[in-house]
């Protein structure tokens, strides 16, 4: 009962925050050290765009009565200006905004719906686009057309791909041409791995096991892979295949690591398991190649939470305060050529 | 004319410590357990709880009471059931059992049965009547799983047990008639975080004197 009662107290914290008083100084206390941090992944969008069954998914996360009329908090947290707050709130100097085309499952945010969010703040969000893979036969040329139209925009750092999301195999090479656009724009792709909690998404190891991207990783060394969750299985919620992602990042040197969502209250409810990653890839000696993302906004307060508790796990994983600068903040920036971010007194 | 104000004061406070002030609808709504042969209602407003509970006093403390919780007007909780107080002096504890129904849309759907129990409990202090609620509730729903095309795969039974809570104080205004103001702290789908509520009530009864 402790641990509930801290939670909710969490959770109210924000938004008493929020009315108490303005936003605290960007940036994070961690052993002594103030550090500033960039959000990696963030999702704005639209409701109406969600599938019904993955509706009832994030409701039920909601903390109630939010659940019950979810559609004015995802209103409340998915817009560019909405996804501001939350950064505030949680001390954050900057975020990457995802566009998502996974029509059948997470749902849909354009990439021009990114690139309209992000005009809440030019000096604070950036965006990652994306691309429907769907009918790929017919549409691919069509499809990477609008990619790299959109990849032209400055405002847009790199691809997001969730190959679970998007039903398409991970080691498939039929949409490798995906990655000759990452070369040709110099941008890094991000991917989803590891099992995703939401209906309908494709659950075998073609779909999910970072393994299956081996064969992409090693014919693009020019592109840098971020391997999304680190191959964590959502449905059962253990570490699932971050040895392999873990693994990837030891032996190729473009290989990135998100440990995104994994750690978060719903996903790892005895909180045991992102700090159990962390130190995995710390032993394994590439803690340099880790890169901070929440997968928020989720719910009012998430942005802010999910820092706090990579920052415990960090601390539980002894990283260091340079390591933890790298992580937090200073790999987003030269990964995606944003600015450097300095932490606020 | 601080005097006269102290004076009143302490006046309508020994006035309503009398014994037979403790029937009063705002203590019996929210300390629980109606005088005998009173006929008491409640109803409050809030974030996101919105309640109307009416009840009615037997011999001994019993009290059958009759309520349908609302939040945010998308979850609607209607039940009877019936309270007995235990200790009633100046402290007044009264237990309340419940059945009756969850009922929930889209979309998280949940349709069910639900029974709940809970303890009531406070204290006259002059006109206030500072209570506290503590309450365990358990409601079942078939869960579907359904196929793209519709088709039912399987129905699943799932029980969500709620912990209920309100700490608040009510304020007599007249013989007949009292309001109050208090914290909802339901905690509803357990483990995940609930935000606690805020509520404005008003209670009345009749039949006092029968
Ligand atoms: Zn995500």
């Known amino acids: 009962m402790h641990t509930h009662g801290v939670s909710m107290v969490r959770t109210i914290l924000p938004f008493a925050f929020l009315i108490a008083c303005g936003p605290p100084p960007k940036g994070v206390d961690y052993r002594g050290t103030r550090l500033a941090v960039v959000d990696m992944h963030l999702h704005p969008g639209d409701w109406q765009q969600v599938p019904e069954s993955t509706q009832g998914y994030l409701a039920s ?22 996804i501001l707050d939350q950064l505030d709130d949680a001390a954050v100097s900057a975020a990457i905004l995802f566009a998502v085309y996974a029509p059948r499952t997470v749902g849909v945010a354009t990439n021009e719906l990114v690139l309209r969010e992000r005009r809440a703040d030019t000096s604070r969000l950036w965006g990652l686009a994306s691309l429907p893979v769907d009918r790929w036969d017919e549409s691919s040329e069509a499809a990477l057309a609008a990619l790299s139209e959109a990849l032209d925009n400055p405002g847009m750092v790199g691809i997001k791909l969730a190959h679970a999301h998007m039903h398409f195999r991970m080691d498939d090479p039929a949409y490798f041409s995906i990655y000759d656009m990452a070369v040709a724009h110099d941008a890094p792709v991000y991917l989803h791995t590891g099992t995703s909690p939401f209906p309908g998404t494709r659950t075998e190891p073609e779909y999910t096991d970072p393994a299956y991207l081996e064969a992409a990783i090693a014919t693009h060394p020019r592109v840098q892979f971020i391997l999304g969750h680190m191959g964590y299985d959502f449905i059962d919620q253990r570490p699932g295949d971050a040895d392999t992602a ?5 032996r190729y040197d473009n290989v990135w690591l998100e440990p995104s969502a994994l750690g978060s209250r719903g996903s790892d409810p005895t909180g045991t398991n992102l700090p159990l990653v962390l130190k995995k890839a710390k032993t394994a000696g590439v803690e340099a190649r880790l890169i901070y993302g929440s997968d928020g906004p989720q719910s009012p307060g998430f942005a802010a939470d999910y820092l706090e508790r990579t920052l415990t796990a960090l601390e539980a994983a002894d990283y260091s305060v340079e390591e933890a600068q790298l992580i937090l903040a200073d790999n987003a920036s030269s990964l995606f050529g944003i ?3 300095k932490a606020e007194k | 004319m601080a005097t006269w104000l102290l004076l009143t004061l302490a006046a309508a406070a020994a006035d309503f410590q009398d014994q037979d002030k403790q029937g009063h609808p705002t203590r019996a709504v929210l300390l629980g357990g109606s005088g005998e042969a009173h006929w008491n209602a409640g109803a409050s407003v809030g974030s996101p709880w919105t309640t109307v509970t009416v009840q009615r006093g037997l011999r001994g403390g019993w009290t059958p009471l009759a309520e349908v919780q609302a939040a945010s007007f998308a979850r609607w909780q209607p039940a009877v059931g019936v309270g007995k107080r ?21 979309p998280i759907p949940f349709r069910g ?3 709940e129990l809970r303890v009531k409990g406070g204290r006259a202090v002059g006109r206030f009547a500072p209570y506290l609620h503590l309450g365990m509730r358990s409601s079942r729903t078939e869960d579907r799983v359904e196929t793209v095309s519709g088709d039912i795969l399987r129905e699943e039974a799932r029980w969500e047990t709620t912990l ?28 995940n975080p609930s935000i606690p509520g805020m509520h404005i009530g008003v209670q009345t009864g009749w039949g006092r004197n029968q």
């Open chain 2, 86 to 106: 235990w200790i009633d002096r100046r402290w007044r504890l009264t237990g309340e059992g419940t059945v009756g129904w969850t009922l929930q849309g889209d």
């Open chain 1, 246 to 250: 873990i693994d990837l990042a030891v």
């Open chain 2, 113 to 115: 049965p639900a029974a």
């Open chain 2, 164 to 191: 209920t809570g309100a700490l608040g104080t009510g304020f007599l205004l007249t013989d007949r008639v009292g309001i109050d103001i208090g914290l909802d702290l339901p905690w509803v789908h357990m483990p």
């Open chain 1, 339 to 341: 600015p450097t971010f």
């Open chain 1, 61 to 82: 996360r909601f903390p109630f009565p939010f659940g019950l009329r979810p559609e004015q908090v995802a209103e409340g947290v998915l817009t560019g200006e909405a």
